[in-house]
């Protein structure tokens, strides 16, 4: 699975972007996806994950009411809605897709379950 991240840009506090990641492949319906993030000089954190059917999901407490993440199997796409952005949401937002089978709550915080990733989309949000 190849998946390119676009979607990213400029923005103010309080403003809106949507993310989207696209995937090749035929089989984007069986993987659980992932949006990361890395600010500078920090590590890559987890943000959002949702499994391969897209009725399951869950969120880093920081984004919360906040983010949305969802996903078109038809269109092999999965987005990260973001809303009420913050300063401290600059980064760069990478996509991932983590093969967990059909055993488990089917997505993953873990960065080390993912398979596939994508090259990240800048996000910078001033204050």
């Known amino acids: 699975v190849q998946l390119q991240a676009s979607g990213g840009g400029l923005v103010q506090a309080g403003g809106s972007l949507r993310l989207s990641c696209a995937a090749s492949?035929?089989?984007?319906?069986?993987?659980?996806m992932g949006w990361f993030r890395q600010a500078p000089g920090k590590e890559r954190e987890f943000v959002a994950t949702?499994?391969?059917?897209?009725?399951?999901?869950y969120y880093i407490d920081s984004v919360k009411g906040r983010f949305t993440i969802s996903r078109d199997n038809a269109k092999n796409t999965a987005y990260l809605q973001m809303n009420s952005l913050k300063p401290e949401d600059t980064a760069v937002y990478y996509c991932?897709?983590?093969?967990?089978?059909?055993?488990?709550?089917?997505?993953?915080?873990?960065?080390?379950?993912?398979?596939?990733w994508g090259q990240g989309t800048q996000v910078t949000v001033s204050s």
């Open positions: 991932a897709a983590a093969a967990l089978g059909s055993s488990g709550i089917g997505w993953s915080r873990s960065a080390t379950a993912y398979d596939y």
């Open positions: 492949g035929r089989r984007f319906s069986t993987y659980a």
């Open positions: 949702i499994n391969k059917n897209g009725d399951g999901w």
